[in-house]
């Protein structure tokens, strides 16, 4: 499961990368800002659009050949987009993206493979938590080793992380799980779990809460420059806090979501809700902004695992699909949030407005808990 996780980290390291180097990016392939900023738009795409349709295609392939087949994919995609212009590189960031989602669900399903049904939700959070690492130290870390070697050293580093991952899947883990061994897999099976209401329900939830508590992430650094005053070499050690926070939430939630999901997820939604009301006013303060911060890192992590607990309860005989569109909701997630904070912040509110934002969509993430908690007990 952390070799997983590891291999994760590798991959998604390259999608937080790209938005530390854009200028750079933008000055060498001689294009403007918006349009490389289309790179990442296309990177967003591919996951979005792209995972559930891989997983399909995938379904009766070994779950180790899809891990390693991927990431070969992921690679690949990167160092095209190296060594080409600027059409290449946005057409490969776009295969990139389907190959990262493709991992991540497969990933996820072959998690909970390897340990007992009572375990699903701390096996997915051990995975997810090489994502939290992408976010809060590989990205910056390729950024910083981008402004050594040009922006495309980052990018180097994280091929070479995915292969030492490709390597690690083939030795480390079984031809195929006892999962595998047991059911056939069925592309049918796969498509009815699918119309199952109370999946899409945990899919709003997923985009909701994914996008409460990135939209004040995103403007942090924003907020903590020119409302808080922090110095710049220090914004990203409290940065820094969210991640330790993350890893905080992942374990919590973990052990408290196979038994009590609802739980993990009521309270993480409430949290997120009473942390982004309060940042309006701890941004004001050093002293107040750093906890806020590591506690809003704890309610955003403590969720993901109860999330693909509830995924994997529900579609605990064809967990594919079902993986592949929860990892499509997390980015959907995350990519909205950019066009939620322009709507308010081109009206002329307050750069503190985002963090109401992500408190109104915790909060309408809360009935929909409540529902599905309803359903569960029905």
Not at 229 to 237: S, Y
Not at 282 to 290: E, G, K, L, R
């Amino acid at each position: 499961m952390y070799l997983l996780g590891f291999s994760l980290f590798a991959m998604g390291s390259a999608e937080f990368l790209l938005a530390g180097v854009l200028p750079a990016v933008a000055a060498d392939l001689d294009v403007t800002l918006s349009s490389a900023g289309l790179l990442i738009t296309a990177f967003a795409l591919g996951v979005v659009i792209g995972g559930p349709p891989f997983a399909v295609l995938s379904l009766r392939w070994p779950r180790r050949t899809a891990l390693v087949v991927t990431q070969g994919v992921f690679a690949a995609g990167i160092v095209a987009g190296l060594l080409g212009d600027y059409e290449i590189l946005l057409v490969t960031r776009a295969i990139s993206g389907i190959a990262y989602a493709g991992f991540f669900a497969v990933a996820s399903v072959t998690a909970i493979g390897l340990v007992t049904p009572d375990r699903n939700a701390r096996a997915s959070g051990v995975v997810v938590s090489g994502l939290s690492v992408a976010m809060v130290a590989g990205g910056p870390a390729g950024t910083l080793l981008s402004h050594f070697t040009e922006w495309r050293g980052g990018f180097w580093a994280v091929v070479v992380l995915t292969a030492a991952g490709m390597v690690g899947c083939l030795l480390g883990l079984p031809a195929s799980s006892g999962a595998e061994r047991t059911a056939a897999p069925s592309v049918s099976r796969e498509l009815a779990t699918m119309r199952k209401p109370v999946l899409w329900g945990i899919y709003a939830i997923t985009i909701l809460t994914t996008a409460a508590y990135m939209i004040t992430f995103n403007y942090l650094a924003a907020m903590l420059a020119g409302i808080t005053g922090v110095p710049e070499a220090w914004i990203p050690g409290v940065l820094a806090l969210f991640g330790i926070g993350a890893f905080a939430g992942l374990s919590v939630g973990g052990r408290v979501s196979d038994r009590r999901p609802h739980i993990a997820l009521l309270t993480g939604a409430s949290a997120i809700v009473i942390l982004s009301v309060a940042m309006v006013f701890a941004i004001q303060q050093v002293w107040a902004v750093v906890p806020a911060v590591f506690l809003l890192g704890v309610a955003a992590f403590v969720l993901n695992p109860a999330l693909y607990g509830r995924v994997f309860a529900i579609a605990a005989d064809t967990p594919t699909l079902a993986g592949a569109t929860t990892v499509s909701a997390f980015q959907l997630g995350i990519s909205i949030t950019p066009v939620l904070a322009a709507g308010s912040l081109a009206q002329g509110a307050a750069l503190t407005s985002v963090c109401l934002i992500g408190a109104a969509l915790a909060l309408a993430a809360i009935p929909l808990v409540l529902l599905d908690r309803a359903r569960k007990t029905r």
